[in-house]
């Protein structure tokens, strides 16, 4: 029996209470005498995540988020499904499997997410059956290639009508869409939306139908944004990509603090990480009454939400930020089949002495870009960086098979010298590179080659790196030490004159081909607005 100041999600009231359970499941909620300290709220449910950006495999995830209070998960393992396929989904679900915290997943819509990519497996119908025949397996997941959509791609539509047929909701991902197209995307039976930007974007797609994920991850941090949305209407609170190092700090508990900070009434917020969730994809969570399983969290208050005690299943998990269950990782050896690389396999060549270049533009706390424009120099016939304007090489490497390096511009990152790279790209997790020479860019890929998959960080030669051996994505270790590691990465960035807080992050993005507007995968500069390839020289 659990007693407390329970906090009811579905009437939105509070109030002291007895709580028992048997086997895990709630029996019998009594009101009672208080006063308690603290208050008994739900576990929380981040709705839209893909674990696989924590940088940790399944099992340390759980370890760093059951803590702050999250007890359950809809994962798309889209990451990982793009470099191994049904065997990837297969080690997410045994790792994961280990740990109380609950996984529940979509089957990934975008393997490969684009005909424009080489990615490591291809997904069609059977296999999405497959996967949602399962239990474990709530919803498609999101339909990324939202033009292929619209017009009504027969290998998109096969899937769809396998999540139509066994009764599964089916999630979206339409950045800035609007008008007609929208309401094409939504007549296909999409559900929901974490890609929204503004109240005003939301706000249209909410009145078709739409479902409102509102993000806010260690890059794209949309809360503050749509918190004029979020207070009049219900949502779901979600992460979508979260770092270890910001796992390290919180988890949803933080993003329910926020909320409340920007003036979103505490039990509405905390609806959209709880109840609202829960009922969209049938889950037996998401509130504390008879029949649901008991997920409960004690914070010590409606504001911080500070935690202090978990309970999954009616058993104690974790106590003032401490787990109490073992975790025992999955152990993955990932090799990357590549021949070494040269410096020239960076370079873009030009003849002439200058020439115009299309450019990838940063936006501060968002994944969208921007496609600009920049006069560059060319030295015996290679079109060099300008680092004075921030304007940088950016390359992506086919990690699947030798294939020709793809290259581009980009401005942003404010690297003085030296090169960083990463086997962690999305959604196809080719490896990917930024950097002012190219002798580093060379050693800095060859260095991920020889490891297997990680970051690295290279000057003068010289590597700083941390290993991702599950896929190329992931490691065993725990939180705390994957962010020992990563601040010592950052750091080391910044002293070469990187500006931004989440370098490896934020570069991951640059290879995705469906959040406009200029993107760079392992075939070529991509006009994601056209849906096309574009030069890198400008006409």
């Known amino acids: 029996m659990i007693v407390g100041n329970l906090v009811d ?14 086997d895990g499941v709630i029996t019998r909620v009594e009101e009672a005498e208080g006063p308690f300290d603290g208050f008994l709220i739900p576990g929380l449910i981040d709705s839209h995540i893909h674990t696989e950006s924590s940088l940790l495999c399944p099992s340390r995830f759980a370890e760093a988020v059951v803590p702050h209070g999250t007890t359950a998960v809809v994962a798309n393992p889209h990451e990982i499904a793009n470099v191994m396929g049904l065997e990837g989904i297969e080690y997410m679900a045994k790792d994961s499997a280990t740990t109380p915290l609950r996984f529940y997943f979509t089957a990934p819509s975008c393997v490969p997410t684009t005909k424009f990519e080489t990615s490591g497996a291809n997904f069609g119908p059977a296999e999405t059956e497959q996967m949602l025949s399962r239990d474990d397996f709530v919803a498609l997941g999101e339909v990324t290639d939202y033009p292929a959509a619209i017009e009504r791609d027969p290998d998109v539509l096969s899937l769809i009508e396998v999540a139509k047929r066994l009764d599964k909701p089916i999630d979206g991902h339409a950045p800035l869409l609007s008008g ?30 739409m479902k409102i994920m509102v993000r806010e991850g260690s890059v794209s941090k949309d809360l503050e944004d749509l918190a004029p949305f979020a207070k009049e209407h219900e949502f779901f609170l979600v992460s979508d990509d979260v770092g270890a190092e910001e796992l390290a700090r919180g988890h949803l508990n933080r993003e329910l603090a926020q909320a409340v900070s920007l003036g979103i009434e505490p039990i509405h917020a905390l609806r959209a990480a709880t109840i609202n969730p829960a009922l969209h994809y049938r889950l037996p969570i998401g509130a504390i009454e008879p029949g649901r399983r008991a997920d409960i969290v004690k914070v010590r208050d409606l504001k911080s939400f500070e935690v202090e005690e978990v309970h999954i299943g009616g058993r104690l998990v974790a ?23 040269v410096p020239s396999d960076f370079e873009v060549l030009a003849g002439g002495g200058s020439v115009k270049a299309r450019v990838i533009g940063l936006v501060k706390d968002e994944l969208i870009t921007e496609s600009l424009t920049a006069e560059l120099r060319v030295v015996n016939g290679k079109v060099m960086p300008d680092v004075e304007s921030d304007v940088l090489r950016l390359s992506v490497v086919n990690r699947y098979w030798d294939a020709p390096v793809s290259s581009a511009f980009v401005k942003g990152f404010g690297l003085k010298a030296g ?11 080719n490896i990917i590179v930024v950097g002012v020479g190219s002798e580093d860019m060379a050693v800095a890929v060859n260095t991920i080659i020889q490891e297997g998959g990680g970051f690295c960080i290279c000057s003068d030669g010289k ?11 992931m490691c065993t270790k725990p939180a705390q030490e994957v962010k020992r590691v990563l601040d010592c990465l950052h750091q080391k960035s910044k002293a070469l004159g990187c500006s931004l ?39």
């Open 9 to 22: 999600v579905r009437n939105k009231r509070v109030f002291p209470a007895r709580i028992h359970e048997e």
């Open 419 to 429: 090169a960083i790279a990463s086997s962690v790209a999305h959604d196809s997790h």
């Open 501 to 539: 807080e989440l370098p490896f992050m934020t570069m991951s993005f640059l290879s995705l081909l469906v959040i406009p507007r200029l993107k760079l995968s392992d075939k070529g500069l991509f006009d994601v607005n056209g849906f096309r390839f574009v030069g890198v020289l400008a006409q």
């Open 463 to 473: 590597c700083t790196t941390l290993n991702l051996r599950v896929a190329g994505l």
């Open 180 to 209: 007609e197209e929208l309401r094409k995307y939504i007549g296909l039976g999409i559900s929901t939306d974490h890609e929204c930007n503004s109240s005003g974007e939301a706000r249209e797609k909410a009145a078709l139908g």
């Open 319 to 341: 106590r003032m930020g401490v787990p109490l269950f073992d975790v025992r990782p999955k152990e993955m050896v990932n090799v990357l089949p590549l021949q070494r690389k």
